[in-house]
């Protein structure tokens, strides 16, 4: 955030590494000063012995003595033999002056000495002895008091830093400060069209008044993690221009009980001092997620944060012009009374985008990227199905930093496929050392993988295979991509999907009689898809159309189970049962994946032996060498 941006109220954070350095500069300069008058009062003063003292006034080079309670002061003369070597400017014929801490001994009166002994003598009051208390009492009380106030004049304003914690923690970004519009945002047109009417109230409310209709006060934009509903909010503040608040559902809640309540309460008041504005708060589900589940929930700040909340919004003025606008990625477990109409009464779904819209958010994001004539955002988005603006984002950004290390004057769509490889299966990790014997395994469980999936009708298309490791435990990969957007499965495609998960290891049975522990993934998916055909999509014979799904609990069900109202979802012979299915599917997924490799036992050995030489496959090669051998 600008300087120019910042919210006037907002306080500043002391420990910043400016107000450090000025900090210690002048406790650097305080403690040199300190020191130097120290040096001046003390240290220069010339002490002598008392016995010395006395050997000089018998001797007669004393005078000018005052005598105070604990000291005494006067000039000691030369003697003569150095009183001559005074006179032809070796010496001081006027003597020096001296100072002498005074014994109080009991058995010898000084005055009496003095006299004895001739010497002149006035008596002083102890003045001084004032100055070196002040300076070793009070200034380092001083100091600190001083430093207690920037530390607090730093924090929040004066004597009233203390008290800045309950103040709002909010980015404030001016009409003027938002640079974001709908232009920088792609793939969301569903979403756009939905928040064009926010824009249109913000920008002239009368339109809406006047026929009596009332604005949503809350828009909760739902959707995945990374696909533009912060950068959604923005580009409507944008285009409305409107001063724009962002927080974070998380910043409202402290330790200190109250503090919350107390920021979204200085939220709201800044927010209708600035209207027409938009607020928007990021992570709603930090905030907002249900309240009565925990055991001391009662005095939960988080809760008490929520009610506050939930007050500023159903009493909030609509006629104000302020949105308040939310995202989050986890609906499920959020208040239900943030939901009902009068808070957050419209959902916007903001989900991954289609290929259309993959194609605009490459578009956007490659503005400023220096790009061959040869790349085609097109190809490259029918490569990336599933993936959000934010990946898209960092396939771009991958592909440039690419060009960049290989010395390239543009971004080639080779750059950008392998950038693509390195957001779905890792970095690579050439530097890891595998045994040529661990080398073939992976070879041919690769192979065995694309081969399965290539001759099974329903399976996706085979793009790359590849024996490079990547990531954290990716030894090789089979990379397959659907030709088009899906939103619908039929049984057989989970079956060939299943088929194809397996159809690494059954080509390490085929081949060495012996199975490793490469296919821990595969096992762990398919797995996960025969369970899910049983429980959710009632794809089995067994249990026909019963939906017998054990998904994580809503907030509200979970309230009910732990009140007794609800029990298991299925019994104990109905969970053997479905294990049982489950594992009847996998087997059927095996068997077909060991039909097709043993049918392709020659191609395998084939393509198994040109991936251990190239260690990458293409997806079109891959096809050229099937067809070559078919022929």
């Known amino acids: 955030m600008s300087e120019d941006s910042r919210d006037p109220q907002e306080p ?5 590494g400016k107000n450090l350095v000025n900090l210690g500069i002048w406790v650097l300069l305080i403690a040199v000063a300190f020191f130097a008058v120290r ?7 010339d002490d002598h012995r008392y016995d010395e003292f006395r050997d000089w006034v018998r001797d007669g080079r004393v005078k000018d003595v005052s005598v105070s309670g604990v000291e005494i002061r006067g000039i000691l003369l030369p003697a003569a033999g150095e009183a001559s070597a005074g006179q032809d400017g070796s010496g001081d014929p006027e003597g020096v002056p001296f100072t002498v801490v005074r014994i109080q001994d009991g058995e010898d009166d000084l005055v009496v000495f003095l006299e004895e002994n001739g010497i002149e003598y006035r008596g002083v009051k102890d003045s001084s002895s004032w100055l070196p208390m002040i300076l070793y009492g009070l200034l380092p009380i001083v100091l600190i008091i001083w430093m207690w106030r920037v530390m607090f004049r730093r924090m929040g304003g004066g004597a009233s830093g203390a008290l800045s914690f309950g103040k709002s923690k909010s980015k404030f970004h001016g009409e003027q400060d938002v640079k974001v519009n709908f232009g920088d945002v792609a793939g969301v047109d569903e979403a756009q069209e939905e928040l064009k009417e926010i824009i249109d109230f913000l920008r002239e409310p009368k339109r809406f008044t006047r026929l009596g209709a009332r604005i949503p006060k809350g828009v909760l934009l739902v959707g995945p993690p990374g696909t533009g ?5 923005r580009a409507v503040a944008g285009e409305a221009r409107v001063p724009f608040f962002s927080i974070s559902g998380s910043e409202f809640v402290e330790m200190f009980v109250g503090v919350g309540a107390s920021r979204v309460r200085d939220l709201f008041e800044q927010a209708a001092k600035l209207a027409p504005c938009i607020v928007f708060i990021d992570e709603l589900d930090a905030l907002g997620k249900s309240r009565g589940m925990g055991m001391l929930s009662g005095n939960d700040e988080r809760e008490q944060t929520l009610n506050q909340l939930l007050v500023e919004m159903d009493g909030f003025d609509s006629a104000k012009s302020v949105i308040i606008m939310a995202a989050t990625n986890r609906p499920e477990i959020l208040d239900i009374a943030l939901l009902r109409p009068g808070r957050f009464d419209r959902q916007i779904l903001v ?3 289609d290929r259309i819209g ?3 958010i490459l578009e956007v994001h490659s503005r400023g990227v220096s790009l061959a004539e040869s790349v085609d955002l097109e190809q490259l988005a029918n490569r990336t199905p599933g993936f959000a603006g934010a990946e898209l984002a960092n396939v771009i950004n991958e592909g440039a930093l690419l060009a960049a290390r290989r010395d390239r004057d543009s971004v080639t769509q080779g750059d950008l496929n392998e950038a693509v490889e390195r957001v779905v299966a890792g970095l690579e990790r050439k530097s890891r050392i595998i045994t040529d014997e661990e080398k073939e395994i992976i070879a041919n469980h690769e192979i065995g993988h694309a081969l399965v999936a290539e001759f099974s009708n329903s399976a996706d298309k085979v793009e790359k295979i590849s024996i490079v490791p990547r990531g954290m435990a990716a030894l090789g990969y089979t990379m ?6 899906r939103y619908l499965m039929r049984k057989s495609e989970l079956m060939a999907k299943i088929a194809s998960l397996l159809g690494g290891r059954a080509a390490e049975q085929i081949v060495f009689g012996d199975v490793s522990t ?3 993934n595969d096992l762990q998916r398919a797995s996960e898809i025969a369970r899910a055909m049983v429980t959710d999509f009632g794809m089995s014979e067994t249990f026909g159309a019963v939906s017998l799904s054990r998904r994580p609990p809503t907030a509200a069900q979970l309230e009910d189970q732990l009140a007794g109202q609800q029990g298991r979802t299925m019994s104990d012979e109905t969970c053997l049962k479905v294990d049982s299915e489950v594992r009847r599917i996998v087997d059927e997924g095996y068997e077909t994946a060991r039909r097709i490799l043993t049918a392709k036992r020659s191609l395998l050995d084939t393509l198994a032996k040109r991936l251990l030489d190239n260690e990458n496959i293409e997806g079109e090669e891959f096809r050229e060498l099937i067809a070559q051998s078919v022929s």
């Not at 509903?229 to 909010?233: E, F, I, R």
């Not at 397959?480 to 957007?485: I, L, R, W």
């Open 12 to 16: 500043r954070s002391w420990l910043s």
């Open 39 to 45: 040096s001046l009062l003390f240290s220069s003063r």
């Open 229 to 233: 509903k912060t950068l959604l909010a």
């Open 351 to 353: 989900d991954r985008p």
């Open 358 to 360: 993959r194609k605009a």
């Open 480 to 485: 397959q991509m659907p030709t088009e957007d």
């Open 518 to 520: 490469g296919a821990q």
